[in-house]
């Protein structure tokens, strides 16, 4: 009797030590996907905000609506819209030949950018979550030419009339990249006006969007709203919200954890990314329902563009 009373009060006793050391994992679980969810959101965004540093012209809402069709398509089995588009200087480091010198100047050159809210919309072998994500997209101009030395340049297919810089390991390195065209600030009109009246070139598109981060909140019921800061007399600030909504009205449309407020005239862009460390946890159902904004981190920046246009 005694050893049954023994026994019963061992496997009760390993009952509970399992049970709790379980419990220990599922927390350590559940702080480990909100401490990494939170710095992979963070990362992106000041990703993000670095490229906003070189901004020379920021779409709003309305900008955005009127190049749209001249972005890349969507591919079926994904859900993608363009949240914040900007034109911003590059650097492209040691190309244009120096007279007298074995030494190469940096040129600087246009290019567009695209950070898009992304969903998959078909059950796939995907390498990333069923939450949202997002995105960049890039294209660029060429270098042109500083130099009459034939043996320098190399003509670019579809861009006739400019001479561009022979590339150092292939002739059309520098070429631009197929589909971009210049805007035209010759153009008449405002400078919006020109920026929206955009239109890309008539080669196909090579580049394709690359993931910036993932596990992106995609929830659409009982969500936060999209709200931008109060307008400001000092410094003048109007800003301009865009969100996924303005542009589709399918379920990334209704998402708001992707959003930017815009003052077009100051170049300058507000940012706000949710992530979603709840996805990251298996059985997530065993989560404390009274700390869930916990498991949905925000952050936010506010950055000015210092590009400037050239001649």
């Known amino acids: 009797m005694q050893l049954l009373v023994g026994l019963t009060i061992g496997v009760i006793s390993i009952t509970l030590l399992l049970r709790l050391l379980i419990n220990v994992m599922e927390i350590n679980q559940q702080e480990q996907a909100k401490i990494t969810t939170g710095v992979e959101i963070q990362t992106a965004l000041d990703y993000i905000a670095n490229d906003l540093k070189q901004a020379i012209y920021i ?19 994904i859900d993608r819209v363009p949240v914040l588009v900007f034109w911003r200087q590059e650097t492209i480091e040691n190309v244009l030949p120096v007279p007298g010198s074995l030494i190469k100047d940096d040129a600087f050159v246009y290019s567009l950018v695209v950070y898009y809210l992304i969903r ?25 030419a500083n130099t009459r030395d034939f043996d320098q340049i190399v003509l670019c297919n579809g861009y006739t009339g400019r001479d561009y810089i022979k590339g150092n390991f292939s ?20 400078l919006e006006q020109i920026m929206n009246s955009w239109r890309k070139h008539s080669a196909r598109y090579t580049n394709d969007p690359i993931v910036l981060v993932d596990y992106i909140d995609s929830r659409i019921n009982n969500i936060p709203p999209a709200v931008c800061p109060p307008n400001s007399t000092n410094p003048k600030i109007t800003w301009s919200r865009v969100t996924s909504s303005i542009f589709s009205h399918t379920t990334t449309g209704r998402m708001t954890s992707f959003y930017a407020c815009v003052d077009r005239l100051n170049v300058t862009a507000q940012v706000f990314i949710r992530g979603d460390a709840l996805a990251r946890i298996p059985n997530n159902l065993n989560t404390n329902s009274n700390q869930l904004s916990h498991y949905f981190p925000t952050v936010s920046t506010q950055v000015q563009g210092k590009g400037f246009f050239y001649k």
């Open 59 to 77: 779409y709003d809402a309305q900008g955005i609506n009127a190049i749209r069709s001249q972005l890349p398509s969507t591919p079926t089995g």
């Open 171 to 190: 002739s059309l390195e520098f070429c631009p990249e197929p589909g971009f065209a210049a805007f035209n600030l010759n153009n008449s009109g405002s």
């Open 120 to 144: 998959d919309t078909t059950a796939s072998v995907s390498e990333w979550s069923k939450s949202a994500r997002i995105a960049r997209w890039k294209i660029r101009d060429g270098v042109l």
